[in-house]
């Protein structure tokens, strides 16, 4: 089916530890993006990516690494987790930045 | 801040009800986005409206936008439990490739039946 799907949809890690949210659509849109939503805070941009092998920082992307080898992979690395990482992580996909965006149904990380 | 204020933080209604949601923002923007999540999942698109649109309606939504006073409107009429969700205002400014949705706080709508 076409979409776009998070994996894992839960994660519970310790402070430290490298971490890996994958992200994987269907529509071979070119832009892809990652969120993260927090209480107080709506939706803020981590980082995004207009094609393969082209990425960008977005608001908020101190304590993250994306690579986008393929179009239709947008993986989110946090290379050293901290608390302050635990959130809801949305990944995102559209033909370009001012069309509607696609979601998917996030990965709720804890980070103890 | 450039994000989207949404108002009323919280709305509590009735099934049958109509609900409005306001968005204001500070900047000049290319277009306006609505979003609706449900509790446990990710944002859906709504609405798409543009700079130089004034109403748009999609089944029980209208949305208005008033670049003037840099405001725009949700209106859902005749509100059925399902509608139960959040509510996102997104505003796009331009700039080609390096300008991105910028979302707000939400809206949290709660229909009762």
């Known amino acids: 089916d076409a979409g776009i799907t998070q994996s894992p949809r839960y994660k519970i890690t310790e402070t430290g530890r490298q971490v890996t949210l994958m992200c994987h659509q269907t529509w071979s849109h070119s832009y892809m993006f990652w969120y993260r939503q927090d209480l107080g805070h709506g939706l803020r941009l981590i980082y995004y990516s207009a094609a393969a092998d082209i990425t960008d920082k977005g608001e908020v992307p101190d304590g993250y690494v994306v690579s986008r080898s393929k179009t239709e992979n947008f993986p989110l690395t946090l290379e050293s987790a901290t608390r302050s990482q635990t959130s809801v992580y949305f990944c995102?996909?559209?033909?370009?930045?001012?069309?509607?965006?696609?979601f998917g149904d996030g990965t709720r990380l804890s980070i103890l | 801040s450039q994000q989207g204020e949404e108002d009323p933080q919280a709305l509590s209604i009735q099934e049958g009800e109509n609900a409005t949601m306001n968005c204001s923002y500070k900047t000049s923007i290319n277009n306006l986005q609505w979003y609706r999540q449900n509790s446990g999942r990710g944002l859906v698109h709504l609405i798409l409206i543009r700079s130089n649109e004034r109403e748009k309606h999609s089944g029980r939504l209208r949305v208005t936008l008033d670049t003037s006073k840099k405001s725009s409107s949700l209106l859902i009429t005749a509100s059925r439990a399902a509608d139960t969700a959040s509510y996102f205002c997104?505003?796009?400014?331009?700039?080609?490739?390096?300008?991105?949705?910028?979302f707000g706080k939400g809206t949290k709508l709660s229909v009762k039946p």
């Open positions: 997104a505003i796009y400014k331009g700039g080609g490739s390096q300008g991105n949705l910028i």
């Open positions: 995102a996909s559209s033909n370009w930045t001012h069309q509607p965006q696609h």
